[in-house]
């Protein structure tokens, strides 16, 4: 089945403890995309990813890394997670530019206290 | 379920009417357009797409509607069924941008 996986599913973590958020792509897309959502403030994008070895900062990077040393995974990495990460984080992937649109993976919950 | 938004506006419709959305986009730059279903718990699915030089683009009891001069986005659903509640979500892609903009979302309630 064609899909974008993340892993954890819901992650409960303490301040200052260096988590990574896993994603995984299974249709070759070369594009990917982290988003997180935040209840008045809607989907937002993190970081982006056009290739491998290709990723540039989108509207909110504060805090957060990404990585993509393959195609298929674009991991999100928080070094020193504060509460105001807290959200709902979303992956997302898509084969070509302005075509079809991106998929998402279905989240993951973080909660940072 | 998981919230995805406070104080959403909710478009309430009988099962079997149809259903329009409406978008207002915020960049006349904005070359590609896309609406998003999220129900709750889970991530945000594909419905429909369209570029700017199209006005309108019609899929299985969908139609995408774009009215660039008012920059204004609607969704139709003909003969709308409890599985299409949800929150639905416009976004705008800009010009020689990476990144997809989302607006503030429309919850969906279907009635029987």
């Known amino acids: 089945e064609a899909q974008v996986t993340q892993n954890p599913r819901y992650l409960i973590t303490v301040t200052g403890k260096k988590l990574t958020v896993t994603c995984s792509q299974n249709?070759?897309?070369?594009?990917m995309s982290w988003y997180r959502q935040d209840p008045g403030l809607g989907l937002r994008q993190i970081y982006y990813s056009m290739n491998v070895e290709v990723t540039d900062k989108g509207d909110v990077p504060e805090g957060y890394k990404v990585s993509r040393k393959e195609k298929r995974n674009f991991p999100l990495i928080l070094e020193s997670p504060s509460p105001n990460q807290t959200s709902l984080y979303f992956c997302a992937s898509s084969y070509q530019d302005r075509v079809g649109g991106y998929t998402f993976g279905s989240g993951t919950r973080l909660t940072v206290v | 379920g998981e919230s995805v938004g406070l104080h959403l506006p909710t478009l309430s419709v009988q099962e079997g009417d149809n259903s329009i959305i409406n978008c207002a986009y915020s960049n006349s730059a904005s070359d590609y357009f896309i609406w998003y279903k999220q129900e709750s718990g889970k991530g945000p699915q594909f419905i429909i797409d369209i570029r700017s030089n199209m006005d309108k683009r019609q899929g299985q009891r969908v139609t995408v509607l774009l009215n660039k001069t008012v920059k204004h986005l609607s969704l139709q659903i003909a003969a709308t069924q409890p599985g299409d509640s949800a929150v639905y979500f416009c976004?705008?892609?800009?010009?020689?941008?990476?990144?997809?903009?989302f607006g503030a979302g429309t919850r969906l309630a279907v009635h029987p």
């Open positions: 249709m070759n897309h070369e594009y």
């Open positions: 976004a705008e892609q800009p010009g020689g941008y990476n990144k997809l903009i």
